[in-house]
């Protein structure tokens, strides 16, 4: 990819070359060819292909900005693999799950939209193959030792890569000894062999690309992997390249894998078998082995479920402090699950979510349509507080000319100079101090720069500076986090300044378990309201129970019920898919501690203080605090920008856009009556067009006669009439395809 980039941009360097030097010995003048090759011609076009993924031959996508929503969605993100289809297109067969995906790809992690099954993620023990270094003289020559004719007249046919490269009389025995070489160490781990009796060739491969999985080697129906290695693996005294080269384990590719046949489960081998499985959770990708007990879930939740945890706010990176990443959170008290999956202890990954204390429950009506009810006291001890950061810049540029810009608070005969309170946090060096307060609009870095244009220096004149400092963004607040100075590689000062917001969960943000039960908060109760168990627990969370009949999401009771139990023993629960603590195991350890087997309790009124009824379903559950919160969503407007053709306003909430009242919003007025708001609500291009009442023709406003007059039949006869722009717009462009548009007035009264 980095060679056709080069190649092509090389290409169109040496073209420019040519170009100037057949321009240049026309002229009779030659240039030193310094002058003549322009250097950023070359490593410009490279560098904005690497930082905008748009590549050569019309490829996108190649480079892509890392994901930093947590931990989790970084690893995810580098073990995707996208396919080069369109999305566009139907393609079932490339979007389908096949056979040979099995611990390859994971089945459940891929987008739910028009990229469903087209972009994959890899499994948890998968490998992409890459380039061997193997000497094809040596390697044939040891292959005509183990019977390999190169004559090519009868046999089986041997394949390397691709190329026919001689017969074999016995497939069977010829395989088996390459296999044998490859566990010995004399060949690449990364080389596979197939022997296929139906078409009667041998494949061999040592080609880039190809996805291989790792499997225990069985000899004579028992596996090499023996308990005195589990032990040495325990002690750290063996690594994982360690068994490889013991030969215990080995990589296979789809096509290997059709002459094995490989156990589950180690109770399952017979003689015939060849492989035993490491484990019966590598098939799922890095993200779905972390769900507890996802066995119990529906395959179309736990995709879901795998979404929300790239999704969660957590800690991304350890040095976010002296970091400027984009759109980026981090959460003030993350932590480890109490139930969770092996994996998660192997991947030592940041944690990004909280255990919360759940009772499944309604309440008042306030977690309807899977909305949640959070305890008041909860969050105000710290539960899913988290702080927004974002970035700001400024460069001070150094123009043609001797013209720059210039970072100090602006002068106030700048144009464009904002009111004095804009600029009160600003130092003398006219950038502002760390942990001042900010709100929207306010000034973070003054600037000023000379005029782009030279109608702007003469409407100017005498004030040759123009006002051009950084701001903070519409609709957000915050505080300075930290302030750096720097320079860029051609010598201009950078400053960066990052800022931070807290945000204390409210109503409207969207919080979510690994189970795909998502949910946004609907209402935050009075810690004395809150529903309380005999033994005085009051719930962090109150979900309600109709989110579970019909999604089938058993992993989410099961995960609550171990939790309640890990709390209690104040232990980490084994939660791993298809092999954690089994529910028997769960509802006997909760009966020793004294408490009701099904997890069940005797609940009263926070308000009333009588007894309930129905006994409530208490555990403790990680819980996911989500990107998406409603203080990034907030968004109206009275007045403000318009677009320059239509003259509506602008779109957008970054750009200070308006909301758009649409057809249907029209419709739902005209239903109503509401004939004055309907007129108000769409005046927002109102413009009045002189109409002349005799031809009805659209007139002219002669401003140095100070009169107006029809273009048509010349009379001074002229009504104004309100209409939109985007209207007088339709009648301009008309006019552009020569059709001409008459109006016919009626008396507005009658």
């Not at 046919?157 to 160490?185: W, Y």
């Not at 004395?528 to 969370?541: A, H, L, Q, Y």
């Not at 020793?592 to 555990?619: A, H, N, P, R």
């Amino acid at each position: 990819m980095l060679a056709s980039l080069f190649r092509v941009n090389l290409g169109i360097l040496f073209r420019d070359i040519q170009y100037s030097l057949q321009k240049s010995s026309k002229r009779k003048k030659f240039y030193s060819i310094k002058t003549i090759a322009k250097s950023t011609l070359f490593s410009h076009r490279v560098e904005s292909a690497i930082a905008t993924g748009s590549w050569t031959g019309e490829r996108s996508g190649v480079t892509q900005n890392m994901d930093k929503t947590n931990y989790l969605s970084t690893i995810s993100q580098l073990q995707r693999v996208s396919s080069m289809l369109p999305s566009d297109q139907e393609n079932f067969l490339a979007r389908t799950l096949h056979p040979t995906h099995y611990g390859r790809f994971c089945p459940i992690e891929t987008p739910e939209g028009t990229e469903i099954g087209l972009r994959k993620n890899l499994a948890i023990l998968s490998l992409v193959s890459t380039r061997v270094e193997l000497d094809r003289e040596k390697f044939l020559k040891d292959l005509v030792v183990d019977g390999l004719s190169i004559e090519g007249v009868e046999g089986t046919d041997v394949f390397f890569n691709g190329l026919f490269i001689g017969t074999v009389l016995n497939p069977e025995e010829f395989v088996v000894k390459i296999r044998e070489k490859r566990r010995a160490g004399e060949l690449p781990i990364l080389l596979n062999v197939r022997n296929d009796p139906d078409l009667k060739n041998v494949i061999i491969s040592t080609e880039a690309g190809r996805v291989l999985r790792p499997l225990i080697i069985l000899e004579n129906g028992a596996s090499k992997l023996k308990n005195e290695d589990l032990v040495q693996i325990e002690q750290g005294q063996i690594s994982w390249d360690g068994l490889i080269k013991k030969g215990i384990i080995e990589y296979l590719d789809a096509a290997e894998e059709e002459n094995s046949l490989v156990a589950l489960y180690e109770e399952e081998i017979t003689p015939r078998h060849t492989h035993l499985e490491i484990d019966n959770i590598d098939l799922f990708g890095v993200v779905t082995s972390l769900v507890p007990y996802a066995n119990h879930d529906q395959s179309s939740r736990l995709n879901r479920g795998s979404k929300t945890q790239k999704q969660a706010l957590g800690l991304y990176s350890a040095n976010y402090l002296c970091r400027l990443d984009t759109d980026v959170s981090i959460l003030q008290y993350p932590q480890k699950p109490i139930v969770r999956s092996f994996v998660y202890d192997t991947l030592q990954t940041y944690p990004a979510g909280q255990n919360l204390t759940v009772a499944i429950i309604t309440y008042e009506g306030y977690n309807m349509e899977d909305a949640l009810v959070f305890n008041r006291g909860s969050l105000e001890r710290g539960v899913g507080r988290s702080f927004y950061f974002r970035p700001y810049s400024a460069v001070e540029m150094n123009y043609a000319g001797g013209l720059k810009d210039e970072i100090a608070v602006p002068e106030k005969d700048s144009s464009g100079y904002k009111t004095e309170v804009s600029y009160k946090h600003l130092e003398e060096d006219g950038i502002i101090y760390p942990e001042a307060d900010v709100n929207e609009g306010e000034v973070l870095i003054g600037k000023m720069s000379p005029p782009k244009f030279l109608s702007e220096a003469r409407e100017i004149s005498v004030r040759t500076k123009k006002e051009s400092s950084v701001t903070m963004r519409q609709e957000e607040k915050g505080t300075i986090d930290s302030v750096f100075i720097t320079e860029d590689e051609e010598g201009n000062k950078i400053v960066q300044i990052k800022t931070r917001d807290l945000r204390v969960p409210e109503i409207g943000d969207k919080f979510a378990t690994a189970h795909g039960q998502k949910g946004v908060v609907g209402a935050i109760i009075p810690e004395e309201d809150v529903p309380f168990t005999s033994k005085g627990i009051r719930p962090d969370v109150m979900f309600n129970p109709h989110g579970l009949p019909s999604r089938m999401t058993v992993g989410y009771l099961l995960e609550l019920l171990a939790g309640k139990v890990g709390c209690l023993k104040g232990e980490v629960v084994n939660g791993t898919a298809f092999s954690g603590a089994s529910k028997k195991e769960l509802e006997d350890q909760l009966e020793e501690l004294g408490f009701s087997y099904d997890g069940k309790e005797t609940m009263y009124s926070g308000v009333t203080g009588k007894k309930m009824v129905s006994k409530i379903f208490i555990g403790n559950l990680y819980y996911l605090k989500l990107k998406y919160m409603v203080a990034n969503k907030l968004h109206g407007r009275a007045s403000g920008k318009v677009a320059l053709l239509t003259r509506q306003p602008i779109e957008g909430r970054a750009r200070g856009g308006a909301l758009r009242l649409g057809e249907m919003e029209q419709q739902a007025l005209v239903a109503h009556g509401a004939s004055l708001l309907l007129k108000e609500r769409y005046d927002s291009d109102k413009i009045l067009l002189p109409i002349c009442t005799k031809c009805g023709a659209t007139g002219i406003d002669d401003n140095i006669r100070d009169k107006t007059i029809c273009p048509m039949c010349g009379s001074e006869s002229i009504e104004h009439v309100e209409v939109s722009y985007a209207f007088k717009l339709l009648m301009e462009e008309l006019q552009g395809l020569h059709i001409h548009s008459m109006f016919q007035l009626k008396n507005k009264y009658e």
